[in-house]
């Protein structure tokens, strides 16, 4: 049987799978912000080249509106990044259950690090059906939904927060009366 925590363990094998996703997240983010620095620069040299591209929605030509892409690539390094970082404080957090140390007081705030991180994703979400509801109108395919799985996610987090601050405030304790 394997062990949970220490070397060797379920939170070592898994804070290897965090560290391999972190790396592919950082090489995404990168090829993002590549691509917009390109665009960018193509758009400097030649701004007739944003009058040639057409973008269409719901069978409607919405290329007049803006350079849309330009912002669909921000929108995608926005939530890229919101990933990165809720997967660096897992990884932070998995390295100190791999150490045996799982309620290190810095695990705290980590945890709600990755709350905010997650309610600030679910609420771009929905900034994101707005703006696309405004600019795409006849675009029927993107109806908002409350998603209650991901607000549970979030209070749970947080209520974790709660436990592994407890956790270390009585670790605290315990240290004093040795």
Known sequence: MMRALGPGSVSSLL???????????????????????LAALLLSFNPELLSQISVTAGGEEVSGRGPFLTVGL?????YM????????RLRRIFSTLTAGDPFHPDNVTRLRVVGLMLAMLEIGRYA????????FPAADEVQPNFSLTAWF??????????????GARLRREAELTI
């Open 74 to 78: 921000i929108a995608v390094c926005l």
């Open 15 to 37: 804070k290897i799978i965090l560290d391999v996703v972190f790396v592919a997240l950082w090489i995404g983010v990168g090829g993002a912000v590549g691509l917009l620095a």
């Open 81 to 88: 990044a919101g990933v990165l970082v809720i997967v660096d």
């Open 153 to 166: 996610s979030v209070l749970v987090v947080f209520v974790l927060a709660e436990v592994f601050r407890e």
């Open 128 to 135: 994101l059906w707005t703006a696309s509801a405004w600019l």
